[in-house]
């Protein structure tokens, strides 16, 4: 058995290779790309010997996805993506100085998949429809994380200049392409006072808003309202820093609602979509990012237990001495998570057997979002049941064993 750590960096690759002793057989800086790959199977090769299984080839490196490391699962070695702070916490039995070099990360790595391989998940091997649904949707959702966070700053500037504007365009949400053009036309409380009526009903009219009419008066009177200004060369910047943020929203939503398109159609193309949009409270966009983060991989999860562990949706259990707490678990895949809490919510309007459990957790004095937790916790094994067996999901089989007030 050959052991490599690899420490990869954007234009190359720090490599050990050990044997199963521990042994440090080599050494050495590979290139990025093909050329990379071919000297890596050089060394595998000259190490390793003619006889010598790929899938005796272990390899520990800091990413689970990438051209490289599809080369290497393509090659048929065992990959394990392993988290930076697990190596970081390793290296603390080599000593407590925080010394960092490409050369000790890889030794690091090497020595990880060989004396603690059992602790460490292999790279899934999902399909390529689940790779493609992967990264359409993690784009969906980062822009949206990006429009909101430019929101934010838009809604800042607006605050120190412009609040009227807030007040004005909030039946509209100031992210929509409407309410940000007509901030672009009218970035000033003096230039906004001055919209007529069939100003201000041309966007809505594009965005098709009803009662179109009644939403352009109430915003031309807000508008026209007496506010406290500031000197014109201090608004005129502020309105510059506004009308830059509007048109990057509006060219967000753009990309946004192109990625949608994007994520739909992967997702439905997926063999798994079915049973995932039979789950309660699972739409194509939320069940996109199930799949994208759980995979599908059929032998990545033992058990509904390591797939609910793998969500961070069951608790965890710390005990010591006399005192003994269950908590929940903060360190997870936050966007798993955030999907899971969306679906859970969903569902307590959709499936009355989540209704039921949640109930019977909020009777237990349980928090609203520790209940909401369980019934995330509670889905994710239905789901789990429902992809191992390949049925959809059925009500009443899911929560037979919860049907009665008074069962555990």
């Known amino acids: 058995m050959l052991l490599i750590g690899d420490d990869w960096a954007e234009d190359h690759h720090d490599v050990e290779v050990q044997d199963g002793t521990g042994r440090k057989l080599a050494a050495a800086k590979l290139p990025e790309g093909v050329e990379g790959v071919a000297k890596l199977h050089e060394l595998v090769a000259r190490h390793g010997g003619e006889d010598l299984d790929p899938a005796d080839v272990v390899v520990g490196i800091e990413t689970d996805r990438g051209p490289w490391v599809q080369a290497l699962i393509a090659a048929g070695y065992q990959v394990y993506a392993i988290n930076p702070r697990q190596v970081a916490r390793f290296k603390e039995r080599y000593g407590t100085s925080g010394a960092k070099s490409d050369k000790g990360d890889a030794h690091a790595l090497a020595d990880m998949v060989r004396i603690d391989r059992d602790q460490l998940r292999p790279v899934a091997g999902d399909s390529e429809a689940a790779q493609a649904v992967k990264v359409v949707a993690r784009a969906h959702q980062t822009l949206i994380w ?6 934010q700053r838009l809604r800042n500037t607006l605050r120190e200049y412009f609040p009227a504007a807030l007040s004005a365009y909030a039946d509209l949400t100031l992210t929509s ?3 940000l053009e007509l901030l672009i036309k009218a970035p000033t409380p003096a230039a906004a006072a001055k919209l007529t009526r069939s100003q201000i009903t041309a966007p809505l009219t594009r965005a098709r808003r009803h009662n179109r009419a009644q939403k352009a008066g109430t915003i031309q009177d807000a508008l026209r309202e007496q506010h406290l200004g500031l000197p014109e060369p201090v608004t005129a910047a502020y309105a510059a820093a506004a009308v830059a943020h509007a048109r990057l929203l509006i060219a967000m939503n753009e990309q946004i609602a192109e990625l949608e398109g994007q994520v739909r159609a992967h997702f439905l193309a997926h063999p798994d979509a079915e049973i995932y ?9 939320t069940g996109a990012r199930v799949l994208a983060e ?12 390591a797939r609910k562990n793998y969500a961070g949706t069951s608790p965890i259990t710390r005990a010591s001495g006399k005192s003994h707490t269950v908590q929940a678990r903060y360190i997870r895949n936050n966007r798993l998570a955030d999907a899971l809490q969306s679906q859970a919510f969903s569902a307590l309007n959709t499936s009355p057997g989540a209704r039921r459990y949640y109930d019977k957790q909020r009777a237990r004095e349980a928090g609203y979002n520790p209940a909401l937790r369980q019934v995330g916790n509670r889905l994710v094994g239905i789901l789990h049941g429902c992809l191992k067996t390949r049925t959809p999901y059925d009500e009443a089989t899911a929560w037979s064993h919860h049907a009665h007030p008074h069962a555990t």
């Open 146 to 151: 990006e429009r909101t966070r430019t929101f």
């Open 277 to 285: 949009l039979s789950m309660p409270g699972i739409g194509e966009i």
């Open 294 to 305: 759980f995979g599908d991989d059929p032998a990545r999860y033992a058990s509904a237990k």
């Open 177 to 179: 392409t409407d309410a």
